[in-house]
């Protein structure tokens, strides 16, 4: 038998949480022959909650489930982690500024980073959830610099989803008839979904639409706008399918991409793209044997240029906002 991995998922109590920690345990987020010890850190008033649905975990009898360690100390819940899942972050409230909400949540990846630096596994992944959630990355993998760094990852895989979903509406076809979607930025209202070089059997998604119109008033708005329009039709923001893109994420990250596709990721930027080299943005990746690369050669035309620009020019005011802050 296979020793155990260990995953620790934080905000273990939180909405997200409770839509991917079953997954997770029934072999969903690493693959259906291994076995996983779950570790679930939260704040010391959302222990008892943690210690809630660790219960229904038990009551799953997941076969693939081999314990789970619930804690509100970050050393303790990253000892030995070979896939951290960071889902919990302080949310912006009525009237709080970007400066209060990067020093809120440098307040939590800060110490997160430390605790991964300190005493991680050799081969651990990081896939930051929450936001916002590229500079948190960014603040987490600054702490924890004896981790290679391309190992802090973002999550802009509910976006790429997304676009998946409203261009296959758009054309009605099916998801599996799409390939090479790619969310290029931010995941927040700035970034890219393109559909220049996503392909729809064969052919350039962009002109199998024919409509820019659509494509720049409505796809593109969209996808980015799509989180606040889940909040104002559920009445609470986008969970299980939020749960649902970080399993995507780990998993394509572990087990590789299809040959011919690729899918999106914010990873550390080694400059490609004309992206600042470390800024954590959303590229178009391939995976082999476990590791990442970012798509190369692509050509990138004025419009799309003008566009990741745009979302690369936020990351950078957030990167000096923390860096003014001396989170980084
Ligand atoms: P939630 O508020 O239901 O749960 C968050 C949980 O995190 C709470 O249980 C809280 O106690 C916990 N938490 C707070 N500080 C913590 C710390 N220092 N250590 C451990 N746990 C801590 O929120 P929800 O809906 O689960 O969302 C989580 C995050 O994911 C939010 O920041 C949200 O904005 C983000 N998100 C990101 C998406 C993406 O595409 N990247 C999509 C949807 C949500």
Redesign the pocket.
Known sequence: TRTPVNVTV??????????LLFRIASGQLLGADVPVRLRL???P??VK??EGTAMELDDCAFPLLSGIDIT?D?KT?FDGVNVALL??????TKGMERGDLLEANG??FK??GEAINAGAADDVRVL??????NT?ALIAQRHAPDVPAERFT??????HNRALSQLAKKLGVSITDIKKMTIWGN?SATQYPDLFHAEVNGRVAAEAVDDQAWLENDFIPTVAKR?AAIIEARG????A??AN??IDHVYDWVNGTAEGDWVSMAVPSDGSYGVPEGLISSFPVTVEDGKYSIVQGLEIDEFSRGRIDASVAELVEERDAVQALGLI
């Open positions: 934080t905000g273990a109590a939180g909405q997200i949480g409770y839509a850190l939260e704040i008033q959302a909650a943690a509100d970050a819940a889902v919990g972050a302080r949310p912006r307040g939590i110490p997160q930051v959830v929450g936001n916002p959630a948190n973002a999550m802009t895989r509910l976006d995941h989180g609470a923001s986008s969970a399918s939020a893109a970080a």
